[in-house]
């Protein structure tokens, strides 16, 4: 052999480089509907909101202020959808149990995979990050406001508010805390790592993950029949963490019905929820990357 | 009349050096032994022919040697090291046709696929890849997955050479190429065998198909080596003999477990016979055997004769 560079490995920097365009490529019309989707919606909330014949046609000309607050449903939702979708995209076209092209390539394939997921999860966190900021400046064209500044009823006794008890009840004012703008993304990113482990671990991820929503939905059935309160608050958690309708519910209070909280989320609660979700994909990404790519 | 029996063909090639070495390589698939015991060595600068019947485990070999498959029991040497702990060297130094013809990623276009290519592979010849590509006249524009299975074929060709790989381990290379495309391949082949030192190890059951190229020939067969050999012993020493016989005329006793082949009618024998072509003639005359004609068998020609013994044994 005469070049020197016959057998020599790549650098890992340009693979990472490369994963990254790749997976880009490989995400890139899927990203394209979500976009086309996001300024329709985006024009037509600007439309509803500033043109008067369209806001004749809503409610009888009562839009009403568009609140936008990401720590707060639906938009946690949408990003853990998006982040749990994600992977079937990054890993599109690629034998993940097969020989190639990725196994093929002169890089251990641990690392490739990792490398992989990393750079779905970087394109996740820029989509999000435009989406973020593109939603926000929509709401802004359309005069609704960021966050919530307002007064919430917190349920400390359930029983007793319904009775009217004094102290069952507590007022607390709230203003959407810095950190609820940073819940999509820590959210979104273990639901992709979730997702991704799925997909290094199992021929059939769609299969596992039907199997888990299952699973899921038995436990959390369980817990209501037989109101066993621990899986219930774990299931409230979980389907905060994820973006859901979870702490707030209308409760029977002598005066009517109305809107209280039973819980107020905190930072704390939001880091430890983050640091275990996380945990679990992350956990979760590296034992299924060790899982051979071929028997 | 047709009698086939295994014949005791070589199997140690020396002492090197070799590009490729296994020894008692075993893998199983559950109960199956795709690799029994396998002994294999690739000489340094060879052309390597591995023939074997559909699921003789060439495929698995393969594999095995780009580090894809684990064994279970044996060792395995890829240009100096062992692709089950040092796989990604391994895979730099190897240029690969697997036998899925499926290039790359179905939504890729061909041109992204040979930049993609390149990125992990330092020594990727652009302009080779360019000369390549014009002539297996591959269009960069097409995407993977509107392919033919030919066209894959010529882009997993193009993607296995363009780097210079020291060695190049090519399963059924010339599946789905048509006539006039399988002899291009061939030709540029032997035009990238003239410019690299290259080690070539081809997995096929169509010999003949690759046979101009190829100077060493292992038959596989049910995970085992019926033989490997260079090209020119195989030649040389497995012979096709015709011979007039008398009535009831059994053979001579001592050619027995060289004896690769029998057919024939009752007085006219056609035996393919491994061992010196003077020894074997002498043996067959002194059993009343009349030599009638002597003719070296192609390396496809010896594989169906080994390969029928094997499996009729």
Redesign the interface.
Known sequence: MTDSTVGRMPAMKDVWIEQLCVVGLAIRREGALAALALALGSLALVAFARIPVLQAIVDEGDVGEFVFNPGEPPWGFFAVLAALLLPLAVWKGERRFGDTPLWSLPVDHRRHALLKVAAGWVWLMAILGTALVWVTLTVLASGGVLGVDEVRLLIIDPAGAAAGTPGATESVSWTTPWWEWATPFTSATAAYLVASTLMLATARPLFWAAGLWVAGAVVLGVGEVWEIGWIERNIELVAWYVGGDSFNRGVQLPTGWTEGWTLLPTMKLWTALSAIWIGVGLVGVLGASRRPRNQ | MTDMVTAALPIDLGSGPFAVTTQGLVRR?GSVRALDGLDLQVPEGAVYVLVGPNGAGKSTLI?TL?G???YEAGTVNV?GRNPADL???V???IG?V?E?Y?A?????TVG?LLE??A?????WDAEYARRLRARYEIDPGRRCHTLSKGQSRRVQLVLALA????LLLLDEPTDGLDHVVRDETLSILSEHLAD??TTVVISTHRVYEVEPLVDHVGVLAAGRLLGQLPRHELHGSLLRYWADVPEGWRGPKELGGRVVQRSGAARAIEWTVWGDRDAVTRGLSQAGAAVREVAPLSVDEAAVALLSGKEAS
């Open positions: 698939f594999r780009m894809l498959v684990r240009l796989g990604a060297e895979r730099a130094g690969y697997p899925d499926r790359g990623y179905p939504w890729m992204r993609h290519q990125v992990y592979h330092p020594s780097h210079r790989p020291p690299s030192t």
